[in-house]
């Protein structure tokens, strides 16, 4: 299949963007792209892909942008119910924090989800991952972590790899059992975090080899807050997690600096996420490592909190920055990567071409899976979308309206208005 004569082709080719290089689109005015079954085959100038390809059936793009798949790298995809009746208690003036601590927040949805039939967590997670794959996400890294129990979490992850089976949308799998200390362990996060390291993590990589064969293993996160883990207990869950082999993602600095950002860095995790109160230490640390840090400006928006990733300090440090939802029943029920970008345009000040490289090659990378997606390049997935404007630029000046027309995902076209 061509697809031509888009107004604006954005490949994004060239790798993941470091610091100030952040923003590269590699824009082609009536740009095309052949895809051939699952894969990009070349891209370039309509006028020349025409000409190499003259019998190709073709999908005209005209007054279109044509760009790579959005990839959102931290979402908590799978759970159970809500917490509306939250949302109006913290704008009542209780924090996140005091509602975690009283047994609400994490710990309700914990409740929800533990109960939940099987069928119905799943015809849950799946209107989410719908609504994401129709605002323009073709890849998402998904986390368990309301399950917080060995085989409460396990199912959450099984529940994931079913929902990344059936498609469209591809689910890159994140093994978080440190979210939160779970009912069964009152005030004791070192009795918790001992199950975590001591049987938790041990039987993951025993478990994926059965349920995952042949898959490049999970992320395991951790939750390194005031109220959740601290950096000794994040420590000791991370360094076990990478001996045996798992690639380490984190929360850090959320509402409280503990030094898990530094801590990523030095134990080379593939991503450090959140980074609010990010200290200009941690901050030089990030960017002399290849950690990603991702900011979720969906979530300071979420809680009213006046406080965003510090994304200009990080890009003058040389830090590699991508962008992500957060997709959560607590702070964060966002499944618009498009309305993602809107929001890091205004509150970390970033312009169009640089949220977008940061919600694609960026992404990509923070999930590591650069190679494969984030941008348009030849041997690349075919994961593409399709906006109905004619600039770039619209996508961060819109907000709350879908721009995207089409989804192209592993070469198949989905029309999504
Ligand atoms: O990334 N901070 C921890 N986890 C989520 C919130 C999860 C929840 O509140 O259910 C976050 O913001
Ligand atoms: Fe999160």
Redesign the pocket.
């Known amino acids: 299949m061509l697809i031509h004569s888009a107004s604006q082709l954005l490949t994004l080719a060239g790798g993941p963007q470091r610091g100030r290089s952040l923003g590269r689109l590699g824009l082609i005015p009536d740009g095309a792209v052949l895809i051939q079954g699952e894969t990009i085959l070349d891209a370039g100038p309509s006028e020349v892909l025409k000409q190499r390809y003259p019998h190709e059936p073709g999908l005209d793009a005209s007054g279109k942008v044509l760009m790579p798949g959005l990839v959102d790298p931290?979402t908590?995809l799978v759970?159970a119910g809500d917490?509306a009746a939250e949302f109006e208690l913290r704008l009542e003036g209780k924090s996140?924090l005091e509602i975690?601590a009283a047994g609400g927040?994490?710990l309700s949805?914990v409740r929800a989800t533990r109960q939940a039939e099987p069928a119905d967590l799943l015809a849950q997670t799946r209107r989410r991952a719908a609504a994401m794959f129709r605002h323009g996400t073709t890849t998402a890294e998904a986390k368990t972590?309301?399950g917080l129990d060995v085989e409460a979490e396990l199912r959450l992850l099984d529940a994931l790899l079913r929902l990344d089976a059936e498609g469209p949308l591809e689910i890159a799998p994140t093994f978080l059992p440190a979210?939160a200390i779970p009912p069964e362990y009152p005030g004791d996060g070192e009795g918790y975090t001992r199950l975590v390291v001591e049987a938790m993590l041990p039987a993951l990589p025993a478990w994926w080899r059965s349920h995952a064969p042949g898959r490049p293993l999970p992320f395991v996160d951790v939750?390194c807050?005031t109220g959740?883990f601290s950096l000794e207990q994040s420590r000791r869950i991370l360094e076990t997690a990478r001996a045996a082999g798992l690639p380490l993602k984190i929360?850090a600095d959320?509402f409280d600096n503990l030094g898990g950002a530094s801590l990523a860095a030095s134990l080379g995790a593939v991503s450090a996420?959140?980074l609010v109160k990010t200290s200009p230490a941690d901050i030089q640390a990030l960017a002399a490592s290849d950690t990603v840090a991702v900011a979720?400006p969906c979530?300071p928006f979420g809680l009213a909190e006046p406080a965003y990733t510090p994304a200009q300090a990080i890009l003058d440090a040389g830090g590699l920055l991508a962008l992500a939802s957060?997709l959560?029943?607590?702070?964060?029920w966002c499944e618009s990567m498009q309305f993602v970008i809107a929001l890091a345009c205004r509150t970390l000040r970033l312009t169009p071409a640089q949220a977008i490289a940061a919600a694609t090659i960026n992404a990509a990378a923070a999930i590591r899976r650069d190679r494969a997606i984030g941008s348009i390049e030849t041997g690349k997935q075919a994961d593409l979308i399709l906006l109905g404007v004619s600039d770039y630029r619209h996508l961060g000046y819109r907000f709350g309206t879908n721009l995207v027309t089409q989804v192209i995902k592993k070469g198949i076209c989905y029309d999504v208005d």
Do not use: C, K, S, V
């Open positions: 931290h908590h759970w917490r996140y975690l927040g994490i949805t972590g309301y979210h939750f807050e959740a929360h959320e996420d959140h979720l979530t957060d959560n029943p607590g702070t964060a």
